[in-house]
């Protein structure tokens, strides 16, 4: 009843009050006069006073309390709102800044008579039917012409990001502004830290960080310097950067700032984790951590000179945003290893998706990969970690009959152990190699009966059609002649025939080598783990190019042309699920038999090659087997090596053999 009266939420559960109607008045003395659980509470003079404060008192609290949730939550909503708007701002603001690059290229590319543009160039420029008098003319006018357009659309490009960054700024204040205020009501609201986490990255705070800092204002490197720092709770307030007071300089004072945002975005999502669990909570300290990581390497190896006190700070800096990274990828991976048939930006079936980051196990593969070399003890044992979780995750997922590929790992163990075996750390490339068998066999098994059960071309086929039965719709839509749209839909069937050969044909042992031998070929500073044969991303542009060509020689008008091409892209590039999922099993299964191909050749060469060395030769073999930075113990004598070769090389073949 307190609730009801005090909290315009609860004018919304009826049902609520009604079940509390109906138990009071069953147990009440008109239906209960047996008096079952029920007593009697006689209040007279003083007790009725000390009755009265009581009832009070709670009412006022209860009241207060869920009309300060309720407004508290009101201002989270208006700050959320403007946050939302904030991004997609932001969102657009990227993509004009990617336009702009666009017609500032397609500018100089004329004014040099380059790529689209060379036919416009004195020597190439050979219109028909014209003059040589008048062909310099035509082609000034043309030039002209051109440029014009592309300046004008870069002058409206311009004009819309003036107007994008207004509004940028004045949804940034406004969410800014009322996720404080719920703070402000409301202490314990733990969204609103979570989005304030967010917003403490944002470019112009980073600048008055630096501005700051730059007026010697230290108060910043304390967390007292603005609000986002003074609603951190105290438990996580810290003055960890306090020790580059001294070695700011004019070359490292941005780093330094964006390094203190980074601590001041890590302590709010903590504090927000104090009242409100959310998943991605985890996931986003994970990549801070990450961030202050490269930001503190970029300090250490900037040219202007530290101390060798602070360096020693940094790389114990370096050390802590390792440990913390650590912590929350297993803590995120604890919580919901699994999950995404609910949630599939967890682990996406599009392999395009998954590489921009709808992975997390491949997302904190690819930052682990960042935080040192491959080979480096702590790096290495987390990235096996990440495997063995995935695999987990990946066998119960798969006993719920949810798609499940375990396959954001492999890349970098096979680099790690390639590396180990080229720096002399035979024994632990073979001991990486061993435990990805492990991790891998029994998931080969189950994905080789899976993708038997995929029929790719029918599910190609269906999408195909789906995306061209619009064309069909907006071709009658727009009484094209039925000649012609026989003609249009006879080429769609080849086409469709021709991609479904194509999916069929391709050779994925020949894809996997391609990509992982890229990877090994290149140093840590250009290697892309990203760079994938797409195979999706090749269809959906072949068939969009081709649709387009089709339209047009069948003399559709060309603004019908862009409108069912701009259509038939905007479906066509939305991988079919099974489509997607036969890519991924397909891509696993030749990865292993690389991988088992990779370990039976290795281990065959260095049992042929270690059989013929002499004594003195293998007390140098012995000196890189007798460590292991994944084992207790290494190898100390000929015999354990050639034993543990010869085991393994077994085990391998045994492997092959069933493949």
């Known amino acids: 009843m307190v609730q009801t009266a005090f909290s315009f939420p609860g004018h919304l559960l009826p049902n609520g009050l009604l079940a509390l109607f109906i138990a009071s008045v069953a147990f009440g003395r008109c239906f209960n006069s047996d008096r079952i659980l029920a007593f009697e509470f006689h209040v007279r003079g003083s007790q009725l006073l000390v009755f009265g404060v009581i009832v009070a008192f709670v009412v006022a609290c209860s009241g207060y309390l869920k009309w300060n949730y309720f407004i508290s939550e009101v201002m989270f909503k208006n700050g959320n709102n403007a946050y939302t708007a904030l991004m997609k701002v932001e969102q657009d603001k990227n993509t004009l800044q990617e336009y702009e690059k666009i017609y500032l290229q397609k500018l100089a590319d004329l004014k040099n008579y380059r790529n689209e543009f060379s036919y416009l160039s004195p020597e190439n420029y050979k219109p028909s039917g014209v003059s040589e008098s008048e062909r310099e003319s035509r082609r000034i006018q043309e030039l002209m012409r051109i440029q014009s357009e592309l300046e004008k659309t870069l002058t409206s490009i311009r004009e819309n990001m003036t107007t994008v960054l207004s509004y940028q700024s004045d949804y940034l204040n406004k969410a800014e502004r009322y996720l404080f205020k719920a703070i402000d009501i409301n202490h314990t609201y733990g969204k609103a830290y979570f989005y304030l986490a967010s917003l403490a990255l944002q470019a112009s705070r980073i600048q008055r960080l630096e501005q700051a800092l730059r007026q010697s204002n230290f108060s910043v490197l304390d967390q007292s310097f603005d609000t986002y720092q003074r609603v951190i709770a105290d438990q996580f307030r810290t003055s960890e950067l306090s020790f580059l007071k001294d070695a700011l300089t004019e070359e490292n004072i941005q780093t330094v700032a964006t390094m203190q945002a980074l601590e001041d975005s890590i302590a709010l999502y903590k504090t927000s984790l104090l009242y409100f669990n959310e998943r991605n909570s985890y996931k986003a300290l994970a990549i801070r951590y990450s961030s202050l990581y490269d930001a503190v390497e970029v300090l250490i190896n900037a040219d202007s000179p530290i101390s060798s006190n602070v360096r020693e700070l940094l790389v114990e800096l370096q050390k802590s945003c390792f440990e913390g990274f650590k912590c929350y990828v297993q803590t995120a991976l604890y919580n919901l290893p699994g999950a995404w048939n609910r949630f599939s930006d967890w682990k996406n079936v599009s392999l395009v998706k998954s590489l921009k980051g709808q992975d997390v196990y491949r997302l904190f593969a690819t930052l682990t990969s960042g935080m040192g070399t491959l080979t480096d003890q702590n790096v290495l044992k987390l990235l096996f970690w990440l495997a ?134 290149v140093s840590k500073a250009n290697r892309d783990w990203t760079k994938k044969v797409l195979i999706w991303n090749s269809i959906s542009s072949a068939l969009t190019n081709e649709i387009e060509r089709v339209l047009k020689y069948a003399g559709i008008e060309s603004d019908l042309v862009r409108q069912i091409v701009y259509s038939f892209h905007d479906e066509i590039a939305q991988e079919p699920f099974y489509v997607a999922l036969w890519e991924r099993e397909n891509r696993f299964l030749a990865f292993f038999k690389l991988l088992v191909l990779n370990a039976e050749e290795r281990v065959a060469e260095t049992r042929q090659r270690y059989s013929a060395l002499g004594e003195s030769d293998w007390q140098y073999v012995i000196q890189n087997w007798v460590h292991s930075s994944l084992h207790e113990a290494g190898l100390s004598d000929e015999k354990q090596i050639m034993d543990f070769l010869n085991d393994f090389f077994e085990e391998v073949t045994d492997i092959s053999k069933k493949l």
């Open 388 to 521: 063995e979780r995935e695999a987990w995750a990946c066998k119960y997922m798969a006993q719920k009959g949810i798609w499940a590929v375990p396959d954001a790992l492999g890349d970098f163990l096979f680099t790690a152990q390639d590396e180990l075996f080229k720096n002399g750390s035979v024994y632990d490339s073979f001991l990486t190699l061993q435990e990805m068998l492990n991790i891998y066999r029994e998931h080969y098994k189950r994905i080789s009966l899976d993708l038997q059960n995929i029929d790719v071309a029918k599910a190609l086929g269906a999408h195909i059609d789906s995306a061209s039965s619009r064309i069909l719709t907006q071709l009658q839509k727009n009484s094209v002649p039925s000649g012609r749209i026989e003609f249009v839909l006879n080429k769609i069937q080849q086409m469709k025939l021709q991609a479904i050969q194509y999916v069929q044909g391709i050779k994925w042992q020949e894809v996997i080598k391609t990509e992982i031998s890229e990877l090994l070929n």
